[in-house]
């Protein structure tokens, strides 16, 4: 296999990775962020008994929330693109051992891949990478915070629900269709 093929498919390999890991990051910080933010408005309206237009206003703003979230968090974050440069750029971050081969070998090799100075630099690049597992650039620490927040914020919801069944089933019916309910 050319070694220029060969290094690319292992930096679209990280790419995917990291795309993956953004979006689980996105749409698990728009659980943390909508599940505590819809605990809270239940507790306050089953407290307080809002008006069905503050209830609207409430709902119009969670809304509003979520599409900002996923927006932000999800669909941009996603749609950016993954070049083969800015992914041999984070691996080099994370192993500078790499002394800037990497990026050498992908910019060179895109321009002309035949020329033997070229290929003697993406064969150095492969012969250096191949101690290091590129996937291991990408930190999954957010992913990981932003699980544990998401799923507290569940079990604290679905405790809720449970807990306080009549009062859980009552807000949210009032919220899902707040001119019914005055």
Same mark, same amino acid.
């Given at each position: 296999?050319?070694?220029?093929?060969?290094?690319?498919?292992k930096?679209?390999?990280?790419?995917?990775?990291?795309?993956?890991v953004?979006?689980?990051?996105g749409?698990?910080?728009?659980?943390?962020?909508?599940?505590?933010?819809?605990?809270?408005?239940?507790?306050?309206?089953?407290?307080?008994?809002?008006?069905s237009?503050?209830?609207?206003?409430?709902?119009?703003?969670?809304? %509003?929330?979520?599409?900002?979230?996923?927006?932000?968090?999800?669909?941009?974050?996603?749609?950016?693109?993954?070049?083969d440069?800015?992914?041999?750029?984070?691996?080099?971050?994370?192993?500078?051992?790499?002394?800037?081969?990497?990026?050498? %070998?992908?910019? &060179?090799?895109r321009?002309?891949?035949?020329?033997?100075?070229?290929?003697?630099?993406?064969?150095d690049?492969l012969?250096?990478?191949?101690?290091?597992?590129?996937?291991?650039s990408?930190?999954?620490?957010?992913?990981?915070?932003?699980?544990? &927040?998401?799923?507290?914020?569940?079990?604290?919801?679905?405790?809720?629900?449970?807990?306080?069944r009549?009062?859980?089933?009552?807000?949210? %019916?009032?919220? &899902?269709?707040?001119?019914?309910?005055?």
């Amino acid at each position: 296999m050319d070694t220029y093929k060969q290094l690319t498919d292992k930096l679209r390999e990280v790419g995917s990775v990291w795309r993956r890991v953004l979006f689980l990051e996105g749409i698990s910080f728009l659980i943390a962020v909508i599940v505590p933010f819809l605990i809270i408005v239940f507790f306050l309206d089953n407290v307080v008994h809002m008006p069905s237009w503050i209830r609207s206003v409430i709902l119009m703003v969670a809304l %509003a929330l979520s599409i900002s979230i996923l927006l932000k968090a999800v669909i941009f974050s996603f749609l950016r693109p993954f070049s083969d440069e800015r992914i041999a750029v984070h691996v080099e971050k994370k192993y500078p051992e790499l002394e800037n081969k990497l990026i050498n %070998a992908v910019q &060179l090799g895109r321009e002309d891949p035949k020329s033997p100075v070229t290929s003697a630099i993406i064969e150095d690049g492969l012969l250096k990478s191949k101690n290091f597992d590129f996937r291991e650039s990408i930190s999954r620490d957010h992913l990981r915070r932003s699980v544990m &927040l998401s799923s507290f914020a569940i079990i604290l919801f679905v405790f809720y629900g449970f807990s306080f069944r009549e009062h859980f089933s009552n807000a949210m %019916a009032r919220f &899902l269709s707040p001119r019914w309910y005055r």
